[in-house]
């Protein structure tokens, strides 16, 4: 026990150590150096550098501190052992004078130390910019690439230089890519996908100058798009890849949505704001792409089903979504909202599991009819087995849902409570409450624990 309790850190074994250098930043690491002797060279054989600008402790006036960031990272990079490196991860607001600078740390990373892994923020956050640093864009060297051995580039507010034969230069190594606020044309996205053959998994967010943007690729199996909003323009989004198990739409505003050859097609995401007058119309046409995907088994989509099944143009009446087994819907509670689940749940008669989550809404729902209005609310749910209610906060349209389903889920075993805290003006909050599990005890009912199952299970009739 003595012998023990004489044990340190430092007693750890090196490869321990280098693990839990990782998860610092870099400057972090560098002053593990000071602890002791056998800490002094950790740092420069860590696998991996991370360099963010905002930890870097700040200097009056603003652009020292840029200046001192940028000389500590040539130093790094000068005192840092060449040993191969998995991530590379860098955060900085970028001005044209230190685009050498960039540049030499972005082919080190690549050409000397065969990043695995390379993260380039040139935006952090709106805070750190002001009209000056907004004019300021890195122009990234694509073809840098090719001496090195990236398997995920993500890169943030750049410009991409595509070398002129793009398509047949073959980047092989790349098998995943995330662009943000990066100036994205028809023919730059053309070429990344054909010079990219092995590209698995694709992350669009926040990029312009496109029109009639095409995706077709053999290899890509996961897509991600969001906020494509440009209202000035008609643009169309063509999305072909025969492999791809999963797409995500969040905040894409194309005004002709086209999916080819989506028999692959597992899992399907869908958010665009609930903006009740303006953002509809977008959140129908994705929706509407379902059409092409029969195989869709996780569903990921806002509670709007009321007023696109009563619109003009809803689904055939044939349409069903039988393969779907998990639901996540952002909802209300309300009659309206119960409506519209009662609209989609017909569609997915295997369904199994419902993650419910909370829905901010910008207006009013339309009105229903008086009939509707009125009329009990039948789910059909015929195989589901367990329901999550994410900040769930015991308000009577909630209770009211409960019952409902406790009534009418005649497979129905679980229900669970994620509890939130409501604030002084009825915000949800950020502080979450114990779990409540709710669960069938066979013929004596429904029984209640709290947490993790610990607290002595009792009848919940009073409580519903």
């Known amino acids: ?38 800490w002094r060279p950790l740092w420069s054989r860590v696998p991996s550098l991370n360099l963010p600008f905002e930890l870097f402790p700040s200097y009056e006036p603003p652009l020292d501190t840029r200046q001192f960031f940028a000389e500590f990272i040539d130093r790094v990079l000068i005192l840092r052992s060449n040993s191969p490196i998995h991530t590379f991860r860098l955060s900085f607001i970028y001005h044209d004078h230190y685009g050498s600078h960039v540049d030499s740390w972005v082919r080190s990373a690549i050409t000397h130390l065969h990043a695995r892994e ?10 750190f910019h002001d009209e000056e640093t907004l004019n300021h864009k890195y122009d990234f060297p694509f073809s840098v690439l090719r001496n090195g051995y990236v398997e995920n580039l993500c890169v943030t507010r750049c410009d991409l230089t595509l070398p002129a034969k793009m398509s047949t230069m073959r980047f092989c190594s790349i098998g995943s890519m995330y662009l943000d606020q990066v100036y994205l044309t028809d023919q730059i996205m053309s070429d990344l996908i054909l010079g990219c ?13 496109h029109h009639h943007l095409k995706i077709c690729s053999t290899r890509l199996q996961k897509l991600v798009l969001g906020y494509f909003y440009d209202s000035e323009l008609q643009e169309t989004l063509v999305i072909d890849c025969p492999n791809l198990f999963s797409i995500s739409f969040d905040c894409c505003a194309f005004d002709k949505f086209v999916l080819k050859n989506a028999s692959s097609l597992v ?4 958010d665009i704001v609930h903006l ?31 007023k696109f099944l009563t619109s003009k143009d809803p689904f055939p009446k044939s349409f069903m979504l039988h393969n779907v087994n998990l639901l996540e819907l952002r909802t209300g509670f309300t009659q309206y909202d119960l409506v519209g689940m009662a609209a989609l749940l017909k569609l997915c008669p295997n369904l199994e599991t419902m993650i419910l989550q909370y829905l901010f809404k910008i207006g009013e729902d339309d009105r229903l009819s008086e009939e509707l209005q009125n009329k009990p609310v039948n789910l059909s749910m015929p195989n589901l087995k367990q329901v999550t209610m994410k900040a769930y906060t015991a308000t009577e349209d909630e209770l009211n849902f409960l019952k409902i389903l406790i009534g009418q889920g005649v497979a129905l075993q679980k229900i669970v409570l ?39 299970p009792h009848s919940i009739d009073s409580e519903l």
């Open 267 to 270: 899992e399907f995401h869908v």
């Open 418 to 456: 994620a509890r939130t805290q409501v604030g002084e003006e009825g915000q949800i909050g950020e502080r979450s409450l114990p779990i409540v599990v709710l669960y069938r005890e066979g013929s004596q009912g429904w029984k209640c624990s709290w947490a993790l199952h610990s607290a002595t």
């Open 118 to 127: 390379l993260h380039l923020d040139f935006f952090i956050h709106k805070d």
């Open 276 to 306: 009740i007058d303006g953002s509809y119309c977008y959140w129908s046409k994705v929706v509407r792409l379902l059409g092409q995907a029969p195989n869709v088994k996780h569903l990921n989509v806002q509670n709007w089903w009321f």
């Open 197 to 209: 053959p092995n590209l698995e998994a694709l992350e669009l967010q926040n990029c312009w100058g």
């Open 1 to 38: 026990m003595e012998e023990a309790s004489n044990q340190n850190i430092n007693d750890l074994p090196e490869e321990l150590l280098l693990r839990i250098l990782t998860f610092l930043p870099t400057l972090d690491s560098i002053q593990t150096s000071l602890i002791s002797q056998k």
